[in-house]
T-cell receptor
Framework: DAKTTQPNSMESNEEEPVHLPCNHSTISGTDYIHWYRQLPSQGPEYVIHGLTSNVNNRMASLAIAEDRKSSTLILHRATLRDAAVYYCILIGSNYKLTFGKGTLLTVNP | GAGVSQSPSNKVTEKGKDVELRCDPISGHTALYWYRQSLGQGLEFLIYFQGNSAPDKSGLPSDRFSAERTGGSVSTLTIQRTQQEDSAVYLC???????????FGPGTRLTVT
């Protein structure tokens, strides 16, 4: 199964942009790249997903490398409520899930 | 509208007992997933349902674990002869169809003493 690699932790200041990287060098052609986040003591929350093209929604943007071996989740203006563990996940057509260990994002006021 | 609900929210059981965890997905969602999260760990996929069928049960950690879904709605995760290593938060999620945006419930915290 394709694996993902994320930094264990990152830190940002409030109101500044945050770029959360994810490496997935063994991604297959049918794997979608999903991002979820988990706030303390809560279940995970969907953030965004994509296949090949960059994606934008109200929460974030997803930039996918041309070779698809890496992606970056972009929070345009971090708030204190964005402090969470961010998971980069590959979801393929064979229903297997591969979870990274996640990146703990700390947002400083 | 109502989100994914799970019951009980907390369960403390003695080693060796059987437990049943329930998940009520969002109405109309055909796909349902079970995960577990041990303390300080990431999410571990357990099983996926499309309708009442489970195409892949290979995430279930042992044959003490089983899950069923009836009427394309409610799902039950059963753990027989619980062990201390089964202690974790068990999360359920649902989605309109396979592998699109998943909505998670609040989880059931299982403690095996």
């Amino acid at each position: 199964d394709a694996k993902t690699t994320q930094p264990n932790s990152m830190e940002s200041n409030e109101e500044e942009p945050v770029h959360l990287p994810c490496n997935h060098s063994t991604i297959s052609g049918t794997d979608y790249i999903h991002w979820y986040r988990q706030l303390p003591s809560q279940g995970p929350e969907y953030v965004i997903h994509g296949l090949t093209s960059n994606v934008n929604n109200r929460m974030a943007s997803l930039a996918i490398a041309e070779d698809r071996k890496s992606s970056t989740l972009i929070l345009h203006r971090a708030t204190l409520r964005d402090a969470a563990v961010y998971y980069c996940i590959l979801i393929g057509s064979n229903y297997k899930l591969t979870f990274g260990k996640g990146t703990l994002l700390t947002v400083n006021p | 509208g109502a989100g994914v609900s799970q019951s009980p929210s907390n369960k403390v059981t003695e080693k060796g007992k059987d437990v049943e965890l329930r998940c009520d997905p969002i109405s109309g969602h055909t796909a349902l997933y079970w995960y577990r999260q041990s303390l300080g760990q990431g999410l571990e996929f357990l099983i996926y349902f499309q309708g009442n069928s489970a195409p892949d049960k290979s995430g279930l950690p042992s044959d003490r674990f089983s899950a069923e879904r009836t009427g394309g709605s409610v799902s039950t995760l059963t753990i027989q002869r619980t062990q201390q290593e089964d202690s974790a938060v068990y999360l359920c999620a649902s989605s309109l169809e396979g592998w699109v945006e998943q909505y998670f419930g609040p989880g059931t915290r299982l403690t095996v003493t």
